[in-house]
DNA sequence: TGGTATAGTTTACAACTGTAAACACAGCTT
DNA sequence: AAGCTGTGTTTACAGTTGTAAACTATACCA
């Protein structure tokens, strides 16, 4: 249960690459972002070892070259980044930060649906049922 | 229009109470602030002083010191944090940082309720509506 | 087996951040 | 009027970040 380490924005690109697929060389990573991020092969080496560092990631050798793997969990992460994202804009307040979100961003009416879904469900959790141990 | 500056996590302390109270000078900024965020007064001094460099915030003198008041708004902010935060974490997927947040966080029955109305606002609004012109 | 391309490592460097000490200046007090 | 006191301003300093060049070592080709 590592703790995780603080991952710059630039870092989380690279991060969520090797989240989606990996093992993978720095290769594959260099083509799969220097073009879509317009970054130097060796700004994204950098960042690489950074994480290395950082021990947000591992290796292995392969002959010439490394694979590298995540040592943090995607899931880990995002919590930590929602949670201090949700204290630094909205001081913890959940409900401003959906209103927000719900008002600002455009929702597919298949998306609005599945929330309303998500929410009816997280309802049915929390409404105060008599336990029935077992 | 000014465009918004990049604030720290720091700076939006500060930024957030300056929203909430304003004129304020910086003997009140530090009193409110020094404890709850465990800083000394100069290094709110020292924040104050980037937001004024950074035209996040401006100052009238008012004989021995100044008040202070934003000139960016909290909404064009947090509207600005909401969209890097979405693309950084989620590659701007809104409604994977909705699920998300629905199963991390805890939400009264109230608030639960709160957000399905907004979704269901939200939901007619895009319904495909003949427009009727007047 | 020697040379070379190439993957990884080190070094660089300015801007931004968190954290704060040192300094300067203008009113207020005596 | 002179000094003190409390504001604002400058300077400091190490760590992080974005960006990348320079360097090194080694696996593979000829």
Redesign the interface.
């Known amino acids: 249960m590592r703790s995780i380490p603080k991952i710059s ?1 630039a870092e ?1 690109e690279i991060m ?1 690459l090797i989240w989606r697929v990996n093992p993978i060389t720095s290769e594959e990573i260099i083509i799969s972002l220097s073009g879509k991020m317009n970054w130097s092969a060796q700004t994204i080496k950098t960042f690489i070892n950074r994480l290395l560092k950082k021990g947000a990631i591992g290796f292995e050798k392969t002959g010439r070259s490394y694979i590298y793997y995540p040592l943090v969990s995607e899931k880990d992460c ?2 930590a ?2 949670k201090s ?2 204290k ?2 909205y ?1 913890g307040a ?2 401003m ?13 298949k ?6 879904d ?3 469900k ?2 049915t959790k ?2 105060p049922v008599k336990k029935i141990e077992r």
Chains 1, 2 share one sequence.
Request: hydrophobic share 45%.
């Open positions: 924005d989380w969520k995002i919590r980044e929602n994202f949700l630094k804009v001081n959940v409900g930060l959906f209103s927000n979100f719900i008002e600002e961003e455009s929702l597919s009416e998306e609005i649906e599945k929330l309303q998500l929410l009816a997280k309802k929390i409404l």
